[in-house]
Nanobody, 115 residues
């Protein structure tokens, strides 16, 4: 399984971006998918996740601003990011996790929010 994150870019504070995480293979519907981000010089942190059944969870720092969703027909998970803040800047990675515990990572996509 290969995961690919896309949709990053540079926006002003208060703006929006939609990230996409697209997977190859046919096990995508079985994956729980999460978005994590890493700012320069910072540790990677969890942002949001969505279970194989579609249940979303958000970290407090993005609650009410970000929305995670999935389209299994397109093997894609989306992260809609609204009201972006400069502290949202970082490289965003998506991770797929199977019920066996196996994890799949892809390359990240850069998000830069200017003040």
């Amino acid at each position: 399984v290969q995961l690919q994150a896309s949709g990053g870019g540079t926006v002003q504070a208060g703006g929006s971006l939609q990230l996409s995480c697209t997977a190859s293979g046919n096990i995508f519907p079985l994956l729980a998918v999460s978005w994590e981000r890493q700012g320069t010089g910072e540790q990677r942190e969890l942002v949001a996740q969505i279970g194989a059944g579609g249940t979303p969870k958000y970290e407090d720092l993005v609650q009410g601003r970000f929305n995670i969703s999935r389209d299994n027909a397109k093997n894609t998970v989306y992260l809609q990011m609204n009201n972006l803040l400069p502290e949202d800047t970082g490289i965003y990675y998506c991770k797929g996790k199977l019920f066996t515990g196996r994890e799949y990572w892809g390359r990240g996509t850069q998000v830069t929010v200017s003040s």
